[in-house]
């Protein structure tokens, strides 16, 4: 067992993290410095935390929706919600790109610019905040809703004392996955974004063109921080299982 | 009022790009799209996709399984260090681990094989593909293995059972659907798999080109009945997928 977890995953980061500093600590921070990695990292860090804050809000309405309310087609649209989990990326790529590019039906055109990379990417991170939200909005008992409505609590009120507090943990980390995926995104992107430097290349496409031009270095110490982005959200993630779980363990 | 917020944000975002891959393939045409799949390099691409996978997929459900029952049963140093292990891959860039593979194994790297060719060649698409879907079987198994518990164990233990026997005729049994669905939703993600395999494949048609790299090619080719083809079979593989997930799913959020 830790011998596969070595050969297939420890060993090749490994080799990462060592060729990012080939060059010495200085060639990895020259790297980091060049105003092509740095726009490609800052345009990749907005549009996940864009990305991540829509689907707070309209992961939790749809999951909300999902659970307490009826409507026809329910079932049909619950299963719909993994697609994204199933359909390969690059295909989610060229599917936003039919809709909202040159040839769209509905006259947007949005191919090759940020708004096209936003889009697909709420494509591909659709099911982490539903996912996480559903099973707990299942659980939760509602009678405590029902007392507080009872008591004169206006809806808003009710959501945000006694409904958000129990989800919360559930929408943050997904929230959390829904941002490590975006970042690291490539597939669906790199059809649709155009990849021009300073404008639509994101950080992940930047890596894979240095790395077919022969720049290992400069790739491995981009790639390298986005390597320390993905193990921050994953420890954040797990300090919210931690918290979410305290009650049991006390 | 909120259901046809949420609804219509759905349709935006996920069912309208959906419904193109079948209006597109309706307006390209069906026969041009048939031509293309059936394209010698489209058919050899779709071989080594499931070749890929057909290898991929049952390393990672042993693994899977093994490292499950480690995590949930066992105390043993470095619990934490495999647990974010096997979570990496959900969190990290694809092309990223594209390229550790490409440092590790090449030119300059650690390991070399003799004559063997690894870079752009299928062992490191293989590895490549592993390593993305590594955590889906485990994190399908371990928290079914929490919560069944370990008293059925104890007691066929207890009884005289072996270490296997116990494995085969207790917990196995009570994770398999756990399992199953893990392999379904690896299968899709190796099936998937783009950007890791883009950076160690090379992308030759008809040798290192997979069934997500010809549909690229297609794109920047400007085939367009091309591409959507291979999407299309793509796509109708994903629906079966996601038909198979979701009667496998406990009835749980869904009622």
Redesign the interface.
């Known amino acids: 067992?830790?011998t596969?977890?070595t050969v297939?995953?420890?060993?090749?980061?490994a080799?990462?993290v060592?060729?990012s500093r080939a060059d010495g600590v200085s060639g990895f921070w020259y790297w980091i410095r060049q105003p092509e990695p740095v726009a490609a990292l800052k345009l990749t860090l907005v549009v996940a935390l864009l990305v991540a804050l829509t689907n707070a809000v309209?992961g939790t309405?749809?999951a909300?929706?999902?659970?307490r309310?009826e409507?026809p087609g329910k079932?049909l649209?619950?299963?719909?919600?993994?697609?994204?989990?199933?359909?390969?990326?690059?295909?989610?790529g060229?599917?936003?790109l039919?809709?909202y590019g040159p040839d769209s039906?509905?006259h947007v055109h949005a191919a090759f610019t940020r708004a096209a990379i936003y889009?697909v990417l709420?494509?591909v991170t659709?099911p982490f905040v539903v996912r996480t939200v559903?099973?707990v909005?299942?659980e939760l008992d509602t009678q405590m809703e029902e007392a507080a409505r009872s008591l004169g609590a206006r809806e808003l009120v009710v959501f945000t004392r006694i409904v958000l507090p129990s989800i919360l943990p559930g929408i943050l980390s997904g929230v959390a996955?829904a941002f490590?995926?975006a970042?690291?995104?490539?597939?669906s992107i790199?059809?649709l974004s155009g990849n021009r430097p300073f404008h639509t290349e994101v950080?992940?496409?930047w890596?894979?063109n240095q790395?077919?031009s022969g720049n290992?270095t400069g790739?491995?110490a981009l790639?390298t921080l986005?390597?320390a982005i993905?193990?921050l959200?994953?420890l954040g993630v797990?300090g919210l299982r931690w918290l979410a779980t305290r009650h049991e363990r006390a | 009022m909120r259901k046809t917020i949420a609804l219509s944000y759905l349709s935006v975002v996920l069912l309208g790009p959906l419904a193109m891959l079948f209006w597109r393939i309706w307006a390209e045409g069906l026969g041009k799209a048939w031509t293309a799949i059936t394209e010698p390099d489209t058919l050899h691409a779709f071989r080594l996709t499931i070749e890929i996978t057909a290898i991929a997929v049952p390393l990672n459900t042993i693994f899977g399984i093994v490292v499950g029952l480690a995590i949930v049963r066992r105390r043993f140093p470095g619990k934490g260090l495999v647990n974010a292990f096997v979570d990496l891959p959900l969190a990290l860039s694809p092309v990223v681990v594209g390229l550790s593979l490409f440092l590790l194994y090449g030119r300059t790297g650690w390991i070399h094989l003799g004559h063997v060719q690894i870079l752009f060649a299928l062992p490191a698409m293989v590895l490549a593909t592993v390593f993305v879907s590594v955590p889906y079987v485990a994190r399908e198994v371990i928290p079914t293995l929490r919560e069944v518990g370990d008293e059925q164990e104890q007691a066929a233990h207890t009884l005289g059972a072996s270490g296997w026997q116990t494995f085969w005729r207790i917990t196995l049994p009570s994770i398999r659907w756990a399992i199953i669905y893990g392999v379904v939703v690896t299968t899709a993600r190796c099936l998937g798999e783009y950007g890791a395999v883009a950076v160690v494949s090379g992308s030759i048609s008809g040798r290192t080109e997979t069934a997500t790299l010809r549909v690229q090619n297609y794109y920047e080719n400007l085939d367009q009945s091309g591409a959507y083809g291979v999407s299309l079979v793509l796509g109708l593989i994903a629906i079966v997928v996601l038909v198979v997930m979701t009667l496998l799913k406990p009835k749980e959020g869904t009622a």
Do not use: C, K, Y
């Not at chain 1, 649209?77 to 989610?92: E, K, Q, S």
């Not at chain 1, 970042?183 to 597939?187: D, L, N, Y």
């Open positions: 067992m830790t596969f977890l297939i995953v420890a060993l090749p980061i080799a990462l060592w060729a309209f309405l749809i909300w929706v999902l659970v309310d409507f079932r649209v619950n299963a719909v919600i993994d697609l994204p989990f199933a359909l390969p990326t690059i295909v989610a060229l599917l936003v039919a809709l039906p509905v889009l709420l494509f659709l559903q099973p909005l299942h996955m490590a995926r970042v690291g995104e490539i597939g790199v059809i950080a992940s496409v890596i894979l790395t077919q290992g790739a491995a790639a986005l390597l993905s193990f959200v994953l797990g």
